[in-house]
């Protein structure tokens, strides 16, 4: 077993419902979002170097967009959270409560949106491109920890896979298609 996996179960190891994760991705998350703040601090109040689409679009639509994004985020992140350590389950399972029945990463993608959410008051150009590195990070995290999951629950978990998209809740993939998903 490499040293990664096994620092990654230390973290969880008191919590056997959970298969663990990225034994860097608390960090690198860390990392990233003073990386973006920084950055987007003063490129939107101080330099205003890649701000010039800012003037485009009125304040008011700004801020009301923004603040959507951010609820959005917010319940992604607080839902996901909630269904993944409100409880722990007495015999491991893949969880598919709440929001995990929408997509696989309410909980990535609702630090995702809060980022956006920062963006689109200023449309920093230089904090887009670090928002998009952050994306990717997240995607890495997802997929390593999709691995782990596949390890721990196997064809349960591929089956979840098959069912439920990664990011994107209303889209599912599938025989090789995009299908809409009904929300009920």
Request: proline letters at 3%; zero cysteines; a positive charge.
């Amino acid at each position: 077993m490499k040293k990664e996996k096994i620092l990654a179960r230390e973290h969880h190891k008191n919590r056997p419902d959970l298969a663990g994760e990225h034994v860097f991705g608390d960090l690198g998350q860390l990392i990233l979002l003073i990386i973006f703040l920084a950055v987007w601090i003063a490129d939107s109040f101080f330099l205003h170097y890649s701000t010039y689409f800012s003037g485009l679009i009125p304040l008011y639509l700004k801020i009301a967009l923004g603040v959507i994004i951010f609820i959005i985020s917010g319940y992604l992140a607080q839902s996901g959270l909630r269904v993944v350590f409100g409880e722990v389950r007495e015999e491991p399972i893949v969880i598919r409560d709440g929001v995990f029945g929408w997509m696989r990463h309410p909980i990535y993608l609702g630090a995702i949106l809060f980022y956006v959410g920062l963006l689109i008051f200023s449309l920093s150009g230089l904090a887009l491109l670090i928002w998009l590195i952050i994306i990717a990070f997240y995607h890495w995290l997802a997929r390593h920890e999709e691995r782990l999951l596949l390890e721990k629950f196997g064809v349960d978990y591929q089956k979840y896979v098959q069912e439920v998209p990664m990011w994107i809740p209303w889209i599912r993939r599938s025989t090789g298609s995009f299908d809409k998903k009904v929300v009920t």
